[in-house]
Structure formats: C-alpha cells, structure tokens
C-alpha cells in the first residue's frame, strides 16, 4: 500500500507539515476529512484548524494527522472498486433511508 | 437589565465612572482589532491569515459590546463612540495602537495583551454587577482562543532558529514598557473599585498578570526589562501612530456621518 505522500510527490519532510484535518459535527457522527493545514507540529495544526474549520457550523471535535501518516490506494489501481458482475444485490438502497432518519434523530439529540 | 436601570447606573458618579472605565476597555479592543485586521492578506500563511482576522473581527464585536454598555451611562452610540472622537478622546494603552511591525511584535504584543484583558475580565467576572459579570464570563470564552493562538505562536517562535528567538527578545523589549501600561488606572479607577464592580484593583491585576506571564517568557529563555512605562493612553496622551490609524479608520464614517446602508 503507497503511501499517501508518494503519490502525491511529496517528500516526507513536506507531508509531515501538512496535517488533514477531520471534523466532528456532534458525539454521534462520524469525524470528516474537510482539509487540510500547513503546521509546524500537530498542537499548532488543531489551533489553525479551529478556525479555518470551525469558526461557522458548530462541531464538537477536530483531529488532525500529519499527512505522512496516511496510507492510501494508488488510483491506477481503482479498478479494484469497479464490480465486474452483478452486485446490485448489494446496494440495499434503503439502508440509506435508514441512515437518513437516523442522523436526523442523532441530531435532534445533540 | 440595562445597566443604566441597575443600582450602579442610577448613582451618578459610579454612572460616569464606571462609563469611563468600560471606554477604556473598549478602545483597547477596537485599536487591537483594527491593528489585527491590518494583517488580513499579509500573514504569514494562509492559516495565520484567517485565524487573526477572524481575532480581529472578535477584538471588533467585544469593543461593540463594551461601547453600548457604555453608551448606557454616558449616552451616544457605539459608531458615534468608535469613530466621532479625537485621539485625545481616546482611553486605550499605548501599546495597542503601535503599528504592526513584524510577525515577532505583533505576536508577542498579542500574547501580553491578551493575557492582561484576561485577569481584566476575570476581576469584572466576579463582581456584583449582574449584567456586567455575565458580559466578561461571556468575552472571556472567546478570548480563550485568542490565548492559545497567541501563546502557541509564541512559544515556536521562541523556540525556533537563533534569529527568531533574537526578534521575538528586541519584540519584547520594545513590547514590555508599554504593556505594563495596560495597567495603568483610568483616572476613576478609585471610584470603581471601591464600588465593588471590579474585585481587583489595577495594582493586584498588573502584579497578577506580571507573575503570569514572566512564568511563560523565563520557560522560553526571554528576559524581561523592568523598565517602567511612562503614563499614557489611559489619560488620553497618545501617539502620532493613533493619529493616522483613527485618520484611517474612520476614513468612510468621516465621509457621511450618520449615513446608514
């Protein structure tokens, strides 16, 4: 598995300064990747990231991960997502009705 | 309630002095945060851009809130406050109406600052004043953030190369005279602290702060000077630099006064 700064062609002295910054809307959800800071080390990252991140909507929690962490699939290799025979059977689309009513039930709780 | 209908908005001399003193703390924010704005698209790094400006925004709205409390007792509205005075009207400490100069001044000037406004809302947040006290507990959260940044900016610069540590100690020299000014008692302080409003007087807070902060600045290896400020901005003597910075200012209020859009 590449590494994320290789495919990116950085070098890990540059993708350790740049940290991908996760937000958390309320204790329930899920932490989402919504950018990323340029720091020197990851206490100052969070410092930035409050502000570039958190200074409109409401959010309970921020990580951040220096980019040189990150192991990610090389897109040459995107094929592996793509199913070759019918999977349809897999979709279950209304699982995500499902999910719909749960967050906003999640979210009346906050 | 208002605190012209609170029992210290009906005496008259608590009225005017304590209007004074929340002047005071207003211009302190407005010329800080008109100083941060300055850096909106110069800052180091995008990051540091939008962060202070964001800080400076929030300088702003605390000087908006402190001026409609003291338009309260001494009448006039927060714009008329802001921008129809004279420099010799205005209260703030010298120290914030320096131009920015380097990221180095402007950091440690933040870090000193912030931390005599927080002992300063800390006196006012235990004090008998409801309305006033919910305000300082109110500030005081956001200026927690102000804090960190300037604290966290601080201690990397400090400790980075032998150059940025040589910067941020001329920074501090030039920094500390003035800052000890922020303490520096309005000229009704009396008045107001033996009313009770504030539980600290400006004497325990400067001595407060000066613990607080000397602790931080040894752990970095600065030296502080203990040279003393002369008296300043709190009786309206200021400098030349407050002059052009309310002359830019107040540039488009000057233009229509009174106009609305």
Redesign the interface.
Known sequence: MPALMELLRMTQQQASRIFAVFRQDTKNDPHVHVGE????DA??AL??A???FA?RDLCVNLWAVPMSAIAATAYDDADIFEPSTDKSYRFGGSYREQQRVMRTKRRDQR | MSLAQSPLGRRDDLRAAFGGYLLALADDELVLGHRHSEWTGFAP????D??LS??AQEEIGHARLFYERAGDLLGGTPDDLAYGRAPDGFRNAVLVERPNGDWGFTIVRMFLYDRADAVRLDALAGGPVEPLADLAKTLRREEK?HL??GE??LR?LAGASDEAHARIQGALDAAWPEAVGVFEPVEEERTVVESGIMTLDAAAQAERWRREVTAVLEELGLRVTEERGGPGGRSGTHSEDLTVLLGDMTEVWRAEPGATW
């Open positions: 800071v340029h720091a020197t206490e100052m410092v930035l409050k502000e570039q200074r | 790094d995008i990051e540091s939008v962060a964001s800080v953030y960190l940044y966290q900016w990397r």
